[in-house]
């Protein structure tokens, strides 16, 4: 493509004022505004509340720890900074793909007589918004935490935006030049093997990084060989060459009354001259790697997969069998999809490590009581994990048919039918997780047979009721316009959903607490077996009952919710 003219150049407000004003107006236009701003003010109140409270006790801790207590605080900081890091940098590259190669908007900007660089530095502030305003919201209660614990001034507040700043710059920077190379570099397979690509190696990332942090370590120091050591490793920097550790330093030393002025200056620098160097980038590759970007894959017609899918659905009727390969089809169609699968196996490893590394045994033998407890309340958390993954992969399942849903609604295809097979197609899959996690946490536990068989029964419960909230929501609260599919889960009506699953796995818990308490403990010597028969089996039929209402009511509002649509 040719240069655009430098006379009567769009600025970079004019090419961000269209996404505000669409926000904006879609904001006003909704009717429950006021009732979402509320429940949304609600829910991020709490848990900012809950993550300043843990970061605050946490640091009262550290500080009351004579000669090692700021050296913890800054280790914690750091580790905290390195997560945000971590996360950014990856969702920077998945996100750059729709900003910057695959937004509907970007054929009228790519002709118009724009300035190269404005475009990108606008495309880059997009991008950093979709990416980042979760990072932002969990810093503010971390960094407020700090300074209130240090009884900081006005001026570590006003350091510390001066520091989120550069910090979000970086790794969006990276990102989208991450993004730019390897649209160059695949333009035949387009995205599906880009993201491929960057989700294997943001899994070995993630993998690598946790194992050559060893958090753990920390909270032995029994393990080092005296006291020297331990604080070797805490004065040691986490990542000396990463902006993590310039934040988490800068910050520190302003708490500690020194105020370095080195990190900040380190961390802008580093900031601008990336930014350069992406300007630079883009205007001199972004033109080839639209274009190819836009070139379309070459097609498989999967047919072991047909085969297979045949073979499992030979007596199901023939429109089951068509909705269900059509599900299976848009799923591995849509490459931000299924290239997850490959971070999702790494998050649940991670999960099942961590199971292990539990501090239970201190060189006593734990009890039987204890690990047993501790393996009931790990329904807790994994049943947490499935709702998290049906956020991702069951709740968009509706708006994904976009604006083709007039035509199955137009059509004679009855709508439970549809409902049905977007409520298989994602519970088997959720069923295969499911399972052997609740089954390896356990097994590692060294659970007893009782507390397996009851979790493994329930985890199953769990994740029917899972799908059908997700699926339930979904329908009630469709998102049909948005261009990006990571951005359904974060709506309103997924944050309802996780709201909702997390009252539902709440009240499936307690239901079973007190009963699976009373059995562990007359098994441990602590109380008489017969008294134990009546709570186990009113405690699991309450949480049968909660389970099948969870199943049941949401798959009926959502079949209601789609059958009033206009066909």
């Given at each position: 493509m040719s240069h655009r003219a430098a006379i009567g150049r769009p600025g970079l407000f004019w090419l961000l004022r269209p996404k505000i004003r669409t926000r904006l107006?879609?904001?006003?236009?909704?009717?429950?505004?006021?009732?979402?701003?509320?429940?949304?003010?609600?829910?991020?109140?709490?848990?900012?509340?809950?993550?300043?409270?843990?970061?605050?006790?946490?640091?009262?801790?550290?500080?009351s720890t004579q000669g090692i207590g700021d050296l913890l605080a800054g280790k914690l900081l750091g580790l905290a900074f390195l997560t945000f890091l971590m996360i950014l940098v990856l969702s920077n590259v998945i996100t750059a793909l729709s900003t910057f190669f695959l937004a509907d908007d970007l054929e009228l900007i790519v002709a118009a007589p724009v300035d190269p660089v404005k475009v990108y530095a606008a495309r880059l502030v997009e991008t950093i918004v979709d990416s980042s305003w979760m990072v932002v919201l969990l810093s503010v209660p971390l960094l407020a935490a700090y300074g209130i614990v240090y009884a900081?001034?006005?001026?570590?507040?006003?350091?510390?935006?001066?520091?989120v700043i550069p910090f979000?710059?970086?790794?969006?920077?990276?990102?989208?030049?991450?993004?730019?190379?390897?649209?160059?570099?695949?333009?035949?397979?387009?995205?599906?093997?880009?993201?491929?690509?960057?989700?294997?190696?943001?899994?070995?990332?993630v993998v690598a990084l946790f194992r050559l942090l060893r958090p753990e370590r920390l909270m032995r120091p029994e393990e080092f060989r005296s006291l020297v050591d331990f604080v070797t490793v805490l004065r040691t920097p986490t990542s000396p060459w990463l902006p993590s550790e310039w934040a988490a330093e800068g910050l520190m030393s302003c708490l500690n009354g020194a105020c370095e002025a080195f990190p900040f200056l380190f961390l802008w620098s580093t900031a601008a001259a990336l930014f350069v160097l992406g300007a630079w980038l883009h205007a001199l590759r972004f033109d080839s790697g639209f274009n190819r970007a836009q070139e379309g894959s070459e097609r498989r017609e999967g047919r072991v997969r047909s085969r297979w899918l045949d073979r499992l659905l030979a007596k199901a009727r023939p429109t089951t069998r068509v909705l269900v390969a059509k599900e299976i089809r848009v799923f591995f169609r849509d490459?931000?999809?299924?290239?997850?699968?490959?971070?999702?196996?790494?998050?649940?490893?991670?999960?099942?490590?961590?199971?292990?590394?539990?501090?239970?045994?201190?060189?006593e033998r734990v009890s039987f009581f204890l690990i047993n407890?501790?393996?009931f309340l790990n329904l807790g958390l994994?049943?947490?994990?499935?709702?998290?993954?049906a956020a991702?992969?069951?709740?968009?399942?509706?708006?994904?048919?976009?604006?083709?849903?007039?035509?199955?609604?137009?059509?004679?295809?009855?709508?439970?039918?549809?409902?049905?097979?977007?409520?298989?197609?994602?519970?088997?899959?959720?069923?295969?997780?499911?399972?052997?996690?609740?089954?390896?946490?356990?097994?590692?536990?060294?659970?007893?047979p009782f507390v397996l068989a009851l979790t493994t029964v329930t985890m199953i419960g769990v994740t029917f009721a899972v799908t059908a909230l997700a699926l339930g929501f979904g329908a009630l609260y469709p998102n049909f316009e948005t261009e990006n599919v990571a951005e359904i889960p974060t709506s309103f009506g997924g944050l309802l959903f996780m709201m909702a699953a997390v009252m539902y796995l709440g009240g499936v818990v307690?239901?079973?607490?007190?009963?699976?308490?009373?059995?562990?403990?007359?098994?441990?010597?602590?109380?008489?077996?017969?008294?134990?028969?009546?709570?186990?089996?009113?405690?699991?039929?309450?949480?049968?009952?909660?389970?099948?209402l969870a199943t049941a009511l949401p798959l009926r509002a959502g079949v209601r919710r789609v059958s009033s649509l206009e066909a």
């Open positions: 107006n879609r904001a006003r236009s909704d009717e429950g505004r006021f009732f979402k701003a509320g429940l949304l003010g609600f829910v991020g109140l709490f848990f900012w509340a809950l993550i300043f409270t843990v970061i605050f006790r946490m640091l009262l801790y550290f500080r900081a001034s006005w001026r570590f507040y006003a350091l510390a935006v001066g520091t979000l710059v970086v790794p969006a920077v990276l990102g989208t030049a991450t993004t730019l190379v390897l649209v160059n570099v695949f333009p035949a397979r387009r995205t599906r093997d880009l993201l491929a690509l960057v989700a294997l190696f943001g899994a070995a990332g490459t931000t999809q299924w290239s997850q699968l490959i971070l999702l196996g790494v998050l649940v490893a991670v999960y099942v490590y961590n199971i292990t590394v539990l501090p239970l045994h201190t060189g407890v501790v393996s994994a049943g947490f994990v499935i709702a998290a993954i991702r992969f069951v709740f968009p399942a509706m708006s994904l048919e976009g604006r083709m849903l007039w035509l199955l609604r137009s059509s004679p295809l009855d709508v439970r039918t549809l409902f049905w097979a977007k409520y298989w197609v994602g519970t088997v899959p959720l069923l295969v997780i499911a399972l052997p996690l609740i089954v390896l946490t356990d097994v590692v536990l060294k659970a007893s307690t239901l079973e607490a007190w009963p699976v308490y009373l059995v562990v403990a007359s098994r441990a010597g602590r109380g008489e077996a017969h008294a134990t028969v009546l709570p186990l089996v009113l405690g699991i039929a309450a949480a049968a009952a909660l389970t099948a």
